[in-house]
């Protein structure tokens, strides 16, 4: 291939990347420039890629990732999520998504599955962890029955030389005809980049993700340790974003918290800086264990730094004399009032201002002489009725996600957390003893009210190895896209629990005074005036009502017989919020409250689909469209029964 052949193609594939990928791809490759070049095949060891006096391919990369291919095929690294290895107790099934998963999986008992997905079944996703030349892109998309190629890398460097050496109208073919898409992720932080990888692969295709592939092109450090944390990241891969009910009860707690009165939000906006960290320190603190050891270092900045303290962080600063500046409550469960009442039977809460989401348990502001609440976003109530400006994102999913969004939003140059611990040096010790889980004589309480048990090892923020759980280890995953999306920001990690990446690990004993800045957040925060009318209420209701007694835009019955990968083609509308155009914020808000629920059957369906024997799935499919229908029945009565009540 000649210099003039090169770049014809190089012009070739930049047209189509400016076609077909949503980010400005072409605009970002034309005007780059880097160390890295081009060795091209008619050179010697070509081709390659030099960087310096390096290459990157021991051997010419065509006849490098060729080999590689056959191996990978020959024994393929996908994720295998075998249904019943994480079953739910069928006898115990109580959300609506369990209730009608129940006979799915019952099906799969009786019938019996294969361990692993039969390899013709389509996929959601191909992740090449690395780039090069990408000589092995065109083979692998070829032969995987895969719909979407995220290519994940450091920098789009080795892309732009790619563009010079492949053909990229074959691979834009293929996934397009199978109705997905390339997705480029460049990053050069490694937990930024597994961060984006996972979300990425929870996104319109979750559903498929059984199966999908994973493939390591090269093993240099970076694209290591993007691997290893990604890996991290599997246990909660598949879990849910939320389900029928919750939406449903928070759309039900909103509207006692809002409707009627003028309330006021805190407004989320962050203020931007510059590369230097500066402004006032914010100390979060959580219940974790390790909070009872740095309870008097806490104590000697009172006064000095704003404290925050979330959910049954409250009682345990109040049991050591410490009073926080404002408290943050994100839970719309009952529980949540158990905890703050407990604590003002034990204590004075006066001057202790309440920032909480808006589907917070309504008689839990009582409490408090103060309340400002958030709009969180990716919530039914928020999608419904929250104004343009008002919506939080990364509010969640924990309370101390919040704290540290509130934070944010109130200046806070660096942010301490203390009892963030996301799990514990012991197994069986899961909070504080200053919490309720430790004063109450509840077996309830004492027992960790009913949480994960924390039995899966994993890396210590200030030593080598703690204990984590599933949930722990999603709420790991979102602090650390947090604190990664804010760099403007310092996060000091002073906890003695879980390693999250994007955090600074910090001893509260190695805190330095002459390095904290105690010039305080402001004493009041931006606001902003709310009222949601009675009115604004019931149209809504009537509305999404109407949408789910009239079957939505259920396509059921649109799928070819026996075929699961059409009906999840049919259904796609229902399971993306946002794909359909012109649909009016009540239809939207249905879609949403079903999506959660909705996205747990199909992708429990999908595992058992993929590994039932050909014969079988015909049957399968048409038991999983009258779950369905079933499921869209008892949404409707659901809901009216809730509007009526």
Request: aromatic share 8%.
């Amino acid at each position: 291939m000649t210099d003039g052949d090169r770049q014809s193609l190089f012009e070739a594939n930049l047209r189509l990347f400016g076609l077909h990928v949503s980010m400005d791809v072409a605009k970002l490759l034309a005007g780059l420039s880097s160390d890295a070049r081009l060795v091209p095949a008619d050179a010697e060891a070509g081709p390659n890629i030099a960087v310096g006096s390096a290459r990157l391919y021991p051997d010419p990369a065509d006849q490098f990732s060729r080999k590689q291919v056959e191996s990978y095929l020959a024994n393929p690294q996908s994720l295998n999520l075998k249904p019943l290895d994480h079953a739910l107790d069928l006898s115990d099934a109580a959300r609506l998504d369990q209730i009608h998963v129940k006979p799915l999986l019952e099906y799969a008992a009786e019938h019996g599955l294969f361990d692993k997905r039969d390899p013709e079944c389509p996929v959601g996703y191909l992740v090449t962890f690395g780039i090069g030349l990408g000589f092995h892109l065109p083979d692998l998309v070829s032969a995987l029955p895969v719909r979407n190629l995220i290519l994940a890398d450091q920098s789009p460097v080795f892309l732009t030389l790619s563009l010079r050496c492949v053909d990229w109208h074959p691979i834009f073919d293929a996934l397009q005809a199978r109705g997905g898409k390339l997705i480029c992720l460049f990053y050069s932080d490694p937990q930024t980049l597994s961060n984006q990888i996972y979300h990425a692969m929870r996104g319109a295709d979750q559903v498929l993700l059984d199966g999908s592939h994973l493939f390591c092109h090269y093993r240099t450090a970076f694209i290591t340790q993007v691997m290893e944390l990604f890996q991290r990241s599997l246990p909660v891969i598949a879990d849910s974003d939320g389900f029928f009910e919750d939406e449903c009860l928070m759309l039900t707690t909103s509207v006692q918290n809002l409707k009627g009165q003028a309330v006021e939000f805190l407004k989320p906006d962050v203020k931007t800086r510059q590369e230097v960290k500066a402004g006032p320190a914010v100390f979060v603190v959580g219940s974790g264990p390790s909070i009872d050891n740095d309870l008097d270092k806490i104590r000697a900045f009172q006064g000095k730094v704003t404290i925050i303290s979330g959910g049954t962080g409250l009682n345990v600063l109040l049991e050591a004399g410490i009073r926080p500046d404002f408290h943050c409550e994100i839970e719309n469960v009952p529980d949540i009032y158990t905890v703050n009442a407990d604590a003002a039977s034990r204590h004075d809460l006066s001057g202790i201002t309440l920032i909480a989401s808006s589907t917070v348990d309504p008689r839990v502001t009582a409490f408090f002489d103060k309340t400002y609440f958030i709009f969180r976003d990716q919530l039914a109530p928020t999608r419904l009725f929250a104004p343009e400006g008002l919506v939080m994102p990364m509010a969640g999913p924990t309370v101390t996600h919040l704290a540290c969004r509130v934070a944010l939003a109130m200046g806070a140059g660096s942010i301490y957390l203390f009892g963030v611990d996301l799990g514990s040096t012991e197994p069986d010790r899961h909070h504080s003893r200053r919490s309720i889980y430790g004063l109450s004589s509840d077996a309830y309480w004492r027992g960790g009210a009913q949480m994960e048990g924390l039995n899966i090892p994993t890396n210590g923020n200030l030593r080598e190895r703690v204990f984590t759980s599933r949930e722990f280890a999603f709420a790991r995953l979102f602090f650390s896209t947090l604190a990664s999306s804010t760099p403007q920001v310092q996060f000091y990690n002073c906890s003695d629990g879980v390693r999250i990446e994007g955090t600074e690990p910090r001893a509260a004993s190695d805190i330095d005074p002459e390095a904290v800045d105690f010039s305080g957040l402001p004493a009041k925060p931006a606001l902003a005036s709310f009222q949601l009318s009675e009115t604004a209420v019931d149209r809504s209701f009537a509305e999404i009502l109407e949408h789910f007694t009239s079957g939505g835009d259920a396509p059921t019955q649109q799928s070819e017989e026996g075929d699961f990968i059409s009906l999840f083609n049919g259904m796609q509308s229902r399971l993306t919020v946002g794909s359909v155009q012109d649909v009016s914020a009540s239809m939207e808000t249905a879609r949403f409250m079903q999506a959660g629920s909705l996205t747990m059957i199909m992708q429990s369906a999908n595992m058992v689909w993929g590994r039932l024997p050909s014969g079988r799935r015909e049957a399968f499919v048409m038991l999983l469209k009258a779950a369905l229908h079933d499921f869209g029945k008892d949404t409707a009565e659901y809901f009216k029964g809730l509007r009526d009540a």
